[in-house]
C-alpha cells in the first residue's frame, strides 16, 4: 500500500511541477519586494498565521534561511572516496527543509494528497503546524523566532536535551533568523495592507 500511495504521489508531483519551477525572489532581504513578486505567498502565509499562530514575519524568516526560498533545496551530498555520490547529509527538502520523518508525521495529521515540499503553500502550513506543537509541547512563544528555530532544527527531543548548546552554528542561525524576522515585521509593518484583499476571491471586512 505505501508503494502505490508513493508512485502515485510520486506522479501527481511530477505532474504539477513540470515547467512550473520557481525562481527565488531577487531580493531576499525585503519581505515586501518578495510579497511583490509573489503576492500569493503573502496569503499562504497569513493563512498559517490564522490557522497556527506563527506570525507572518517568521514563517518567512525560516524559508530564507532554510531554503534561501529554492523550491528544490537539498542538503549537499555525501562522496564515498571524494568521487562517488553516496547519499545526501539527511532527507532535508523543498522550502521549509522538512526531513521525510517529520513530512510523513504531517501528512499523517494533515492528508499526504497533492501535498509537496516544494509547494510554498504546504512548506509555510507545515512550518507553522510544527511550531504550534513545539508551543504546546516546550511552551516557547510562537512569537519567539530563535527558541522556535532551535526546536525547529534541532528537534523538540534535541532541544529539550540541549542539544544547540555544542553547536555554535545553529545558535548563530536562529540569531540570524531572528534577526531576520524582526527586520521582515518592521517591513510588513509599512506595506502589508497593499496585500490585504488583493486576490479576486477576498473582499473586505473578511480579508482585513
Request: charged share 25%; proline share 5%.
Amino acid at each position: 500500500m505505501k508503494s502505490v500511495k508513493a508512485s502515485f504521489l510520486a506522479l501527481v508531483v511530477t505532474l504539477l511541477m513540470a515547467g512550473c519551477a520557481v525562481t527565488p525572489p531577487t531580493q531576499q532581504e525585503n519581505v515586501c519586494e518578495i510579497f511583490e513578486q509573489y503576492p500569493d505567498w503573502y496569503d499562504y502565509a497569513r493563512l498559517s498565521a490564522s490557522k497556527w499562530g506563527t506570525p507572518v514575519d517568521i514563517q518567512m524568516a525560516f524559508v530564507r534561511h532554510e531554503s534561501s526560498f529554492r523550491s528544490d533545496a537539498r542538503p549537499p551530498r555525501e562522496w564515498l572516496l571524494w568521487i562517488i555520490p553516496w547519499g545526501r547529509v539527511s532527507s532535508a527538502k523543498g522550502y521549509a527543509q522538512a526531513q521525510d520523518p517529520v513530512w510523513s508525521e504531517y501528512e499523517a495529521e494533515r492528508g499526504w494528497l497533492f501535498r509537496s515540499r516544494s509547494d510554498m503553500e504546504d512548506a509555510l502550513d507545515f512550518i507553522g503546524w510544527y511550531n504550534y506543537k513545539t508551543w504546546r509541547e516546550l511552551d516557547i512563544p510562537r512569537t519567539d523566532a530563535y527558541r522556535l528555530y532551535l526546536a525547529y532544527h534541532e528537534g523538540r527531543g534535541g532541544y529539550r536535551r540541549g542539544s544547540w548548546e555544542s553547536k555554535p552554528e545553529v545558535q548563530r542561525t536562529a540569531e540570524r533568523v531572528r534577526d531576520t524576522a524582526r527586520a521582515y515585521k518592521s517591513q510588513l509593518a509599512q506595506c502589508e495592507d497593499r496585500y490585504r484583499c488583493d486576490s479576486w476571491y477576498q473582499f473586505w471586512p473578511f480579508c482585513s
